[in-house]
């Protein structure tokens, strides 16, 4: 959309705006575009990380910052029941069980692009020992067989 008005010469300082936004905003490049218009296009954006090594790498540092803003983010959600009740036209109290599932899907949404953004702080920690630990007693039992058929192989030259 650089005829738009919008930029397309890459320069630190844009590149510095770009991360300063992703880092404090839980929303999408796409989005932070739209919201941003003297942002370049999102393809922009993808292109002068593939280009500029600098950018690339302060870029995923906004968007480990961002995943933490994601995290905080699910507690404030998980906390909100502001709109939990609702009251049919007689004054019946009803669960609103459209709210509540919104409220779980963005937390479940939250939690995954954490997961994703920030392994090694929101990931599954427990899926990677479990695998590691099961590779070690692998390996330690592959070095034992292969010990006893080279024995074996050398008693029997």
Known sequence: MAGQGRHSEYTPEMGDRICGIVATH???LKVLCKIYPDLPDDSTIYEWRL???DFSRN???AKQLQAELMA???IYISDDCSQDIRYDKDGNEHCN?????RSRL???SRKWIASKLAPKIYGDKQIIENVTTENDALKAELAEL???LAEKNQSEY
Do not use: M, N, P, S
């Open 146 to 148: 292969r010990a006893k």
């Open 106 to 108: 963005r937390v479940d």
């Open 59 to 61: 870029y995923v540092k």
């Open 97 to 101: 069980t459209e709210f509540v599932a």
């Open 26 to 28: 839980t929303l999408g």
């Open 72 to 74: 905080e983010e699910i």
């Open 51 to 53: 280009k500029h090594d």
